[in-house]
Nanobody, 118 residues
């Protein structure tokens, strides 16, 4: 497993941008598929984006497609989520997750709050 720590959350106005980072420890990061999820108050956790271990494949929820970009830097053991054109409905706690394969996540971060004001 890898240990994950998110950062970069905050308060932003609608239309603004934020970049989330997820720093991973452990030698297995380069072989791990990584994902971002979010959970808004009173709602279930939902998938946002995912990236394969090599970074060659990415996947997005329809609600963020065209606005968010997931990327990774295996030399820095870090995965990123660039969020543009933010909307109030993007307000949530964002979690980073890692696992042996896409959709199979064993490790989770503690989450970082993103608040988008209208």
């Amino acid at each position: 497993q890898v240990q994950l720590v998110e950062s970069g959350g905050g308060l932003v106005q609608a239309g603004g941008s934020l970049r989330l980072s997820c720093a991973a420890s452990g030698r297995t990061f380069r072989r791990a598929a990584m994902g971002w999820f979010r959970q808004a108050p009173g709602k279930e956790r939902e998938f946002v984006a995912a990236i394969s271990s090599s970074g060659s494949s990415t996947y997005y929820a329809d609600s963020v497609k065209g606005r968010f970009t997931i990327s990774r830097d295996n030399a820095k053991n870090t995965v990123y989520l660039q969020m543009n054109s933010l909307k109030p409905e993007d307000t949530a706690v964002y979690y980073c997750a890692g696992g042996q394969d896409l959709g199979q996540y064993e490790s989770w971060g503690q989450g970082t709050q993103v608040t988008v004001s209208s």
